[in-house]
């Protein structure tokens, strides 16, 4: 598989993972309690937490 193939394969799942977990962290966003810091506490773990499986993604893709 040549590089520019691996690439545009590590970008489409990147993009369909992301849909998936923005959907999913606003599903989830209705059960966290009307406080301010719980808000701004789940919203800034998600927020970082996308990145952790992304990166063997990205590791992949510029595998060459």
């Known amino acids: 598989m040549g590089p520019r193939t691996r690439k545009a394969i590590a970008t489409v799942g ?11 962290v606003v599903g989830l966003a209705q ?3 009307a406080v301010w810091w719980a808000q701004v506490l789940y919203f800034a773990v998600a927020g970082l937490a996308w ?9 992949w893709g510029e595998k060459g």
Do not use: N
């Open 14 to 24: 990147i993009l369909a993972f992301l849909a998936f977990y923005i959907w999913a």
């Open 31 to 33: 059960f966290v309690p």
């Open 51 to 59: 990145g952790v499986p992304v990166l063997p993604l990205i590791k």
